[in-house]
């Protein structure tokens, strides 16, 4: 059984690409105007927790469902989007150099 305790709220939008990891409070559209640093469009999407790990979207539909933090869900009806989240539940998240990613599998 996963510990979403561990995991904590999610906090914003992310994106993964190669071994950095861009937040983004406003959504991953708020990120894309970085493409030129890099194929960020290629990346993979997510969102980071409160306490610093780095989510793919499956995972974060099971850690909000678990902290009630959906308003209404979109579709896919399988993973989260920054839309679903309700809007109290977007913080901006404090620098933090020791971000984790993890897989599904892990």
Known sequence: MVNFEEYGKIVCSALLYGNCIYISRKGHYAIFPMEPIGTLRNSEQGFVTENGLFVDRKIALYIAEYFNQINIKHLPKDVLMSEDLK???IKILKYNKN???KKDNE
């Open 99 to 101: 971000y984790i990613y």
């Open 87 to 89: 809007k109290d539940n």
